[in-house]
């Protein structure tokens, strides 16, 4: 049963170490994506008032 243990253990830290740097980039994907979306969504009137400060 321990023999089981670690190599799920060990096959899942090795599945895991692409993630290192897929999940930053996807993540910054998103954040992209949502900024996107909310600038879309938010009448300009909005930000020029702001640009005027």
């Known amino acids: 049963m321990t023999r089981w ?18 999940a930053p980039t996807v993540n910054l994907c998103l954040m992209a994506c949502l900024r996107w979306a909310v600038l879309a969504a938010v009448p300009a ?5 702001e640009q005027l400060a």
Do not use: C, E, H, N
């Not at 009137?45 to 008032?49: L, P, S, V």
């Open 45 to 49: 009137a909005g930000f020029q008032r």
């Open 5 to 22: 243990i670690s190599l799920i253990v060990m096959m899942t830290f090795f599945a895991m170490l692409p993630l290192d740097i897929d």
